[in-house]
């Protein structure tokens, strides 16, 4: 066949809009095609592997066979651009603006408050755009499938779907019908009738896209695709590309020819016959997921087991992107050891169709082809044509497994299919075939077990024997990478355990309709809750909050549900984020360069090959900055010596970001290592390795007070780090001017007066030339507050260096890498009781993890200790503290500030006196919280009504007492599943502990038209600060919220500003702006009392005319904190936050996982500024902290190595997690704090009561180790990650698995913590 040796040009269009590209290059995406080239930078970047959705777009194509228009979500970051010939894409410009129309979805997910930060929302808006030009009236459940796939770090979820239900069947949200304008279908963007009209008469010759480096190969018939597979044997198939993507991102995976099955209809044939389905290779999963439940609802149950248990697993397998763009054959043919299909495919007894130049031939889905056997494979000229899965029979039964960190949206750690044929009418074992993932490096099949079964009747004694064979065959090395391996052979046998009462109740089921069969053993009720698994569901919740005084006035908006400013515009993607900045003019991309060992002395950095690759201007290094290299603690690039995984060497300046990167790898750096290599808590206390001297509170005298106690418990405490996972990584754009040495630097960060410090000493020009601008940031939570001035004073050299600007986005895995997160934390506790649970001592020892540099370690440490006692009055306290000093990234500021990770030491001391007293652990905390009037262990004065006032609202509105006996009487009945319930108290204290530190600013211009423009220091980090501040400004000047305007936060405009951190921010700022209007009006006070009927607009004119200044600086001084750590006093704090959640959750004691069932929030908001954005606020607060203690697991390497880089490895909470019934109150105000206008700062406090649904777990645990008389003590280690819950609930098979001498082998990961 002859090669056409030009390019072909790419035809498709965008937003209706036709593209015609001429030399394409096949290597580009569709994600960076939309935001370089046509400037569509609503799509996002936020993972680039498919993982988090923020890139969403929609898809339209002709389906050959159906003749129909399919729309189908997909992730542009991994959607090749050649592989759109002929189709239609949306994206969020395409739907709505803010300047023409907004389509219902954007205006109902910004008014239902479903955007922070907004850098997901135009993902999810185009999730639930595609699913409602499929469905314009779907099921809750349909909605849920469709938003699995996105994630939201700001808002917990539950907005975002209360807008999505406004479209369901059945919407049950408080909302009126009038609010939003109505869902047209007929409005929507009709398929291009030019792309029809291809479709309908589709060209079959082939298309050639030419690339400098990869060709890509588009050919029009299946002969075409045969013949040039045998003539470019080596050359992959391209589907999906969510296999192939990823492994030529990560694993530098380079294919120089792609061949696309994209337009060869033959793939997607469908066939049934009486015996069985054959299914397309070329079919997505979503498509097969489709025509597997078409079957399943045609044919009778027997016939259906291996179908039923695919679709189980094609419920949950990744989000609804991943399974709209992956294929069928893609998916089988990379035989990926997690793939959640191969392994019943491989049990149901699947065949795969080949087809090649030669013929077409069948090979059986078995463990031979799955391990890769070159005998039984395709060979390089063959491809998958279909797969034949044949029906079950009756007296067969099928089942399908899988644990993963969470429900949805994450590969399995364990998945299996099991496959039973007994002899008709008895119990004999005919056949039996079982398969696992994740337990090798492929599926594995338990061939020698089975065959070993193979007689025996399904008993008792079969499962005994049928444990100990799995556990012999399916071994797993001590070693395996992965880890969790003693989780993952009790899986092995669980699993096998609910398949064997899976098949008992699907018999007792047949039996019913055969009186004279055979008997089979029975199930006791009690084993039931081993069947069940835990559905999907969506949550549904009540929010409460104090309605505005009736007199208030109407244009007065302080205290209403004002919707986030830039909501709309979050919704649209016309809201700019750093790096959606148009190109400038001569710009350049800088990429880091960062060490690859954990401790060793810099040998030499060859830069030769990287200087001499196309693209390439220059590489900086340490040598040249002009000024600086940060401190002699924390350098901004490291010079002789690295300190760890991460450490920033040099960085690569290139036209291009492929060119920069590229460069890196091309970067020769020599190492000596150096001892020691100190990555765990144990070994810094081991090494007396510690960043700072230790922090210190005592009161009384702990000593004495133990010796007179009933009771002492000692334990310890592991808590986990956490990744802030801002769905917008760190980036700088910095623009060097030609004048006077000026920069202007636009980044993404909290403390941009930070950034302009920093990058004023490493240039060693004066601060007053350097301008930074925060527009709006994807998402802090702390984490950059300090890191994006190392990346700023970085980038800030390149430009100095190279006259050029320069652009520097962090990608996913190197921000995970590079910026460190919240510090893990290891505590020891002693503490002494009488035997009614009253707490007379009580003797805390923690340390945190620092890593290797200061950052914000002593400062953490310090919150920490004078935040330990949480609500608890305890006469006889020691608080000690210590950063340790290891060879890892430098953890940093994340939202809590210590608080999350110490305070869970002492709500589990308060588990543990409650075991000890056998009481439960709700009376102990009654007991022993602040009742009066009193003083803190740093003797500040304070009151603790509100808490108490939380507390019983708490208990009241959650039922509590109540269903506390539900979950007991549940958990007699039923013994694989267990509940637990945990109601925790909250005194969380706001602030900084430095009078210096609350200090703000704000400049307020009216201009001549009336209108008003505020600035202040405070930055939109999506908590909705410029919202609250133009509500203040508004009641201030007395004027609509439409006259006010907020540009941007400047260092040029407001100097010397504090970071955006610590719940504080709206009140210091709210202060300052306040204070700015307060000057303007007084200076407008003798005009308005001259012309008192005169309009806003009038009196500005007037003093104009007048020479009255119509802009004032306001100006904060801020709040007295101070701490005299020597003294062990202070009154560091402005306020407290009080708060208490309640939380109910079901555990499986099978698999470890957990389902949240209820969770009720009461929290002190007092006179809320903006209820919406404040019980955002303490939702996504919340959430993150529930992930913080359930899910989010770093692992690290014994080496130092950070593997989980990305969100297949890092699991934060989906939309799946959010409990089932989520209630959030804010308590009436019954104080006055000083503070703008009494409402309180609610930002960080939630993430703490997220421990409510850890407390709960261990509870559920607790009940289980009890009932199965396991010792009561077990270490507490959070997160509570289904692995965790599994080991801890242990039982006959957690003792039947093997265990490895821990000397014996170099583990995979090791805890830091
Ligand atoms: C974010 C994310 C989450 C995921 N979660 C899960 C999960 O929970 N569970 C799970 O099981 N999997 C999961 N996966 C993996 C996913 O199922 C596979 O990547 C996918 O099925 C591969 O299909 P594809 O069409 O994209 O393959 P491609 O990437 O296009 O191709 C993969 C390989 O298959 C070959 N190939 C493709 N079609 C044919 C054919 N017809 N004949 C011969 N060879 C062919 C190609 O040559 C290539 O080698 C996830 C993937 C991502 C990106
Ligand atoms: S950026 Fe594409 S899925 Fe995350
Ligand atoms: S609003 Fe969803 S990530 Fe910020």
């Known amino acids: 066949m002859p090669c056409p040796p030009k390019s072909d040009d790419l035809v498709f269009f965008v937003n209706g809009r036709k593209v015609i590209e001429r030399n394409v290059d096949p290597e580009v995406t569709l994600l960076s095609f939309l935001r370089k080239n046509l400037r569509l930078t609503g799509t996002k970047y936020a993972c680039g592997r498919g993982g988090c959705g923020a890139c969403t777009v929609m898809v339209s194509k002709r389906d050959p066979l159906s003749a129909k228009i399919r729309h189908f979500s997909i992730t542009a970051c991994l959607v090749p651009i050649c592989s759109l010939y002929g189709a239609a894409v949306t994206t969020v410009e395409g739907v709505g603006s803010i300047n023409t129309r907004l389509h219902p979805v954007q205006e109902r997910i910004a008014k239902s408050h479903g955007t922070q930060c907004g850098f997901c929302t135009p993902g999810m808006v185009m999730s639930m755009y595609t699913l409602l030009r499929n469905h314009p009236q779907p099921s809750e459940e349909q909605l849920l499938e469709a938003l699995g796939g996105n994630l939201c770090r700001c808002t917990g979820y539950r907005p975002i779907l209360a807008s999505g239900r406004t479209f369901c069947v059945i919407c049950t949200e408080l909302f009126a019908e009038d609010e939003f304008q109505p869902l047209d279908p007929t409005q929507e963007l009709i398929f291009p009738p030019e792309l029809l009209r291809m479709a309908e008469k589709p060209e079959k010759q082939t298309l050639i896209f030419r690339g400098e480096r990869v060709t890509w190969i588009s050919p029009g018939t299946l002969k075409?695709?045969?013949?040039?597979?045998?003539?470019?044997?080596?050359?992959?198939?391209?589907?999906?590309?969510?296999?192939?993507?990823?492994?030529?991102?990560?694993?530098?995976?380079?294919?120089?020819?792609?061949?696309?099955?994209?337009?060869?209809?033959?793939?997607?044939?469908?066939?049934?016959?009486?015996?069985?389905?054959?299914?397309?290779?070329?079919?997505?999963?979503?498509?097969?997921?489709?025509?597997?439940?078409?079957?399943?609802?045609?044919?009778?149950?027997?016939k259906t087991q291996t179908y039923r248990a695919l679709l189980k697993h094609l419920r949950s397998l990744a989000g609804q992107q991943i399974r709209n763009m992956a294929s069928l054959g893609g998916h089988i043919i990379s035989r990926h050891c997690y793939s959640d299909l191969n392994p019943i495919l491989a049990v149901g007894n699947a065949t795969l169709n080949l087809i090649s130049e030669e013929g077409t031939r069948q090979i059986p889905l078995n463990e031979h082809f799955l391990a890769g056997l070159a005998s039984v494979d395709l060979k390089p000229e063959e491809i998958l044509e279909s797969?034949?899965?044949?029906?079950?029979?009756?007296?067969?039964?099928?089942?399908?497994?899988?644990?993963?960190?969470?429900?949805?949206?994450?590969?399995?750690?364990?998945?299996?299919?099991?496959?039973?044929?007994?002899?008709?009418?008895?119990?004999?074992?005919?056949?039996?075939?079982?398969?696992?993932?994740?337990?090798?490096?492929?599926?594995?099949?338990?061939?020698?077990?089975?065959?070993?079964?193979?007689?025996?009747?399904?008993?008792?004694?079969?499962?005994e024997e049928?444990?100990?064979?799995?556990?012999?065959?399916?071994?797993?090395?001590?070693?395996?990478?992965?880890?969790?391996?003693?989780?993952?052979?009790?899986?092995?046998?669980?699993?096998?355990?609910?398949?064997?009462?899976?098949?008992?109740?699907?018999?007792?089921?047949?039996?019913?309709?055969?009186?004279?069969?055979?008997?089979?053993?029975?199930?006791?009720?009690?084993?039931?809750?081993?069947?069940?698994?835990?559905?999907?569901?969506?949550?549904?919740?009540?929010?409460?909050?104090?309605?505005?005084?009736?007199?208030?006035?109407?244009?007065?908006?302080?205290?209403?549900?004002?919707?986030?400013?830039?909501?709309?515009?979050?919704?649209?993607?016309?809201?700019?984020?750093?790096?959606?900045?148009?190109?400038?003019?001569?710009?350049?991309?800088?990429?880091?360069?960062?060490?690859?060992?954990?401790?060793?002395?810099?040998?030499?950095?060859?830069?030769?090959?990287?200087?001499?690759?196309p693209g390439v201007i220059d590489v900086i290094t340490a040598e040249d900055i002009p000024g600086t290299n940060g401190t002699e603690d924390d350098k901004l690039m490291a010079v002789d010596?690295?300190?760890?995984?991460?450490?920033?060497?040099?960085?690569?300046?290139?036209?291009?970001?492929?060119?920069?990167?590229?460069?890196?790898?091309?970067?020769?750096?020599?190492?000596?290592?150096?001892?020691?290599?100190?990555?765990?808590?144990?070994?810094?206390?081991?090494?007396?390795?510690?960043?700072?001297?230790?922090?210190?509170?005592?009161?009384?005298?702990?000593?004495?007070?133990?010796?007179?106690?009933?009771?002492?418990?000692?334990?310890?405490?592991?808590?986990?780090?956490?990744?802030?996972?801002?769905?917008?990584?760190?980036r700088v754009l910095v623009i060097p001017k030609t004048e006077d040495k000026e920069l202007d630097i636009y980044v993404s960060t909290q403390d941009p007066a930070h950034v302009q410090k920093?990058?004023?000493?490493?240039?060693?020009?004066?601060?007053?030339?350097?301008?930074?601008?925060?527009?709006?940031?994807?998402?802090?939570?702390?984490?950059?507050?300090?890191?994006?001035?190392?990346?700023?004073?970085?980038?800030?050299?390149?430009?100095?260096?190279?006259?050029?600007?320069?652009?520097?986005?962090?990608?996913?895995?190197?921000?995970?890498?590079?910026?460190?997160?919240?510090?893990?934390?290891?505590?020891?506790?002693?503490?002494?009781?009488?035997?009614?649970?009253?707490?007379?001592?009580?003797?805390?020892?923690?340390?945190?993890?620092?890593?290797?540099?200061?950052?914000?370690?002593?400062?953490?440490?310090?919150?920490?200790?004078?935040?330990?006692?949480?609500?608890?009055?305890?006469?006889?306290?020691?608080?000690?503290?210590?950063?340790?000093?290891?060879?890892?990234?430098?953890?940093?500021?994340?939202?809590?500030?210590g608080f999350p990770q110490g305070t869970l030491i002492t709500e589990s001391c308060i588990t543990a006196v409650a075991a000890k007293c056998g009481l439960l652990p709700e009376k102990i905390r009654e007991k022993n919280m602040y009742k009066t009037v009193d003083k803190t262990i740093y003797k500040q004065a304070f009151s603790p009504e509100t808490l108490i006032r939380c507390w019983n609202e708490c208990l009241d509105k959650s039922s509590f007492h109540s269903r506390r006996?539900?979950?007991?009487?549940?958990?007699?009945?039923?013994?694989?599943?267990?509940?637990?319930?945990?109601?925790?108290?909250?005194?969380?204290?706001?602030?900084?502990?430095?009078?210096?530190?609350?200090?703000?600013?704000?400049?307020?211009?009216?201009?001549?038209?009336?209108?008003?423009?505020?600035?202040?220091?405070?930055?939109?980090?999506?908590?909705?600060i410029h919202t609250k501040m133009l509500q203040v400004a508004s009641r201030e000047l007395n004027i609509p919220m439409s006259s006010l305007h907020i540009c941007e936060t400047s260092t040029a405009t407001v100097p010397n500003t504090i970071a955006t951190a610590a719940s504080i921010g709206s009140d210091v700022n709210g202060r300052a702006v306040q204070n700015a209007c307060q000057i303007l009006l007084k200076r407008l006070e003798p005009i308005i009392k001259k012309n008192p009927e005169g309009t806003w607009e009038d009196w500005i004119e007037a003093a104009f005319e007048q020479r009255i200044s119509l802009s004032a600086t306001g100006y904060f001084r801020g709040y007295k904190a101070f701490m005299d750590w020597e003294k062990g006093e202070g009154d560091p704090f402005p306020y407290y936050v009080y708060g208490a959640a309640c939380s109910e959750v079901e555990v499986d004691c099978l698999t470890g996982a957990h389902k949240k069932i209820r969770t009720d929030i009461v929290m002190d908001a007092c006179c809320s500024l903006n209820p919406a954005i404040d019980i955002g606020q303490v939702e996504g607060s919340f959430i993150q902290g529930m992930g913080l203690y359930t899910t989010?697991?770093?692992?690290?390497?014994?080496?130092?190595?950070?593997?989980?880089?990305?969100?297949?490895?890092?699991?934060?909470?989906?939309?799946?997690?959010?409990?089932?019934?989520?209630?959030?109150?804010?308590?009436?105000?019954?104080?006055?704090?000083?503070?703008?206008?009494?409402?309180?700062?609610?930002?960080?406090?939630?993430?703490?009561?997220?421990?409510?649904?850890?407390?709960?777990?261990?509870?559920?645990?607790?009940?289980?180790?009890?009932?199965?008389?396991?010792?009561?003590d077990f270490t507490v280690r959070s997160p509570a990650t289904p692995e965790w819950v599994r080991m801890a609930c242990a039982d006959r098979f957690t003792e039947m698995i093997p265990r490895d001498d821990p000397k014996t082998f170099r583990p995979w990961s090791i805890p830091i913590a």
């Open 224 to 302: 075409d695709l045969l013949e040039l597979k045998a003539k470019h044997p080596e050359a992959p198939l391209i589907s999906g590309n969510t296999s192939l993507g990823p492994a030529m991102k990560s694993q530098g995976h380079f294919y120089p020819i792609l061949l696309s099955p994209a337009r060869i209809s033959e793939l997607s044939m469908v066939s049934k016959t009486s015996d069985g389905l054959t299914i397309g290779a070329g079919c997505s999963l979503a498509q097969v997921k489709d025509i597997l439940a078409e079957r399943v609802s045609e044919l009778p149950e027997e």
């Open 387 to 463: 797969v034949y899965i044949p029906h079950s029979q009756k007296w067969e039964f099928v089942s399908a497994f899988r644990q993963a960190q969470c429900q949805q949206n994450a590969l399995a750690d364990v998945n299996a299919g099991m496959r039973v044929v007994l002899k008709e009418g008895t119990d004999t074992i005919k056949d039996l075939s079982i398969a696992y993932g994740g337990v090798g490096a492929a599926t594995v099949s338990a061939q020698k077990s089975c065959q070993q079964l193979v007689g025996r009747p399904w008993n008792e004694l079969m499962l």
């Open 466 to 613: 049928a444990c100990r064979l799995l556990l012999e065959e399916v071994s797993l090395p001590g070693w395996a990478p992965g880890g969790k391996v003693e989780f993952k052979r009790t899986l092995v046998v669980s699993f096998f355990f609910k398949f064997y009462l899976e098949v008992l109740q699907e018999l007792k089921k047949l039996v019913k309709f055969m009186p004279d069969s055979h008997h089979y053993p029975e199930i006791s009720d009690q084993f039931l809750s081993a069947l069940e698994d835990f559905p999907i569901t969506g949550s549904q919740g009540v929010q409460r909050y104090q309605r505005v005084d009736s007199h208030q006035s109407l244009q007065d908006p302080v205290g209403r549900p004002i919707m986030h400013l830039s909501g709309l515009k979050h919704a649209t993607g016309e809201a700019i984020f750093c790096d959606d900045i148009p190109m400038v003019d001569r710009e350049l991309f800088m990429v880091l360069v960062t060490s690859t060992r954990a401790h060793a002395k810099i040998i030499s950095v060859d830069l030769s090959q990287a200087l001499d690759l």
């Open 641 to 730: 010596e690295v300190l760890c995984v991460g450490h920033i060497i040099c960085a690569v300046v290139a036209e291009t970001e492929l060119q920069a990167k590229s460069a890196t790898e091309k970067i020769k750096i020599t190492y000596e290592d150096l001892e020691p290599v100190i990555i765990t808590i144990n070994d810094a206390i081991k090494h007396n390795s510690f960043l700072c001297p230790e922090k210190k509170l005592e009161q009384g005298n702990v000593e004495e007070a133990f010796e007179k106690v009933d009771q002492i418990v000692e334990g310890e405490v592991h808590v986990g780090g956490q990744e802030h996972f801002y769905m917008e990584t760190q």
């Open 758 to 897: 920093t990058v004023s000493s490493t240039l060693n020009i004066p601060i007053n030339r350097i301008t930074c601008h925060v527009k709006r940031v994807g998402g802090g939570f702390g984490g950059k507050v300090g890191r994006p001035a190392v990346f700023g004073a970085i980038a800030a050299v390149g430009a100095i260096k190279t006259g050029h600007p320069i652009r520097l986005v962090l990608d996913r895995k190197d921000d995970m890498l590079i910026t460190g997160g919240r510090h893990p934390l290891f505590g020891k506790y002693k503490v002494g009781f009488m035997n009614n649970g009253r707490i007379k001592a009580l003797d805390i020892e923690c340390f945190v993890n620092g890593g290797c540099m200061l950052d914000d370690s002593e400062l953490v440490t310090e919150f920490l200790i004078l935040k330990l006692e949480n609500a608890y009055k305890i006469r006889n306290l020691r608080f000690r503290g210590r950063a340790c000093m290891t060879n890892l990234p430098s953890n940093t500021a994340f939202r809590g500030f």
């Open 965 to 1024: 006996m539900q979950v007991e009487e549940f958990n007699k009945k039923n013994y694989w599943k267990k509940k637990g319930m945990a109601i925790i108290p909250m005194k969380f204290s706001v602030g900084f502990a430095a009078t210096s530190y609350h200090q703000a600013a704000a400049l307020v211009h009216i201009y001549t038209d009336g209108s008003v423009l505020v600035t202040h220091g405070g930055n939109e980090l999506g908590q909705g």
């Open 1192 to 1272: 989010e697991e770093l692992k690290y390497s014994p080496e130092g190595v950070l593997y989980s880089r990305g969100p297949d490895e890092y699991k934060i909470p989906t939309i799946a997690d959010v409990p089932e019934e989520f209630n959030v109150s804010l308590l009436p105000s019954s104080q006055t704090p000083p503070t703008i206008y009494s409402s309180k700062g609610l930002g960080e406090s939630g993430m703490f009561l997220g421990s409510s649904v850890f407390f709960a777990i261990t509870d559920a645990v607790a009940a289980a180790r009890r009932e199965r008389d396991t010792v009561e």
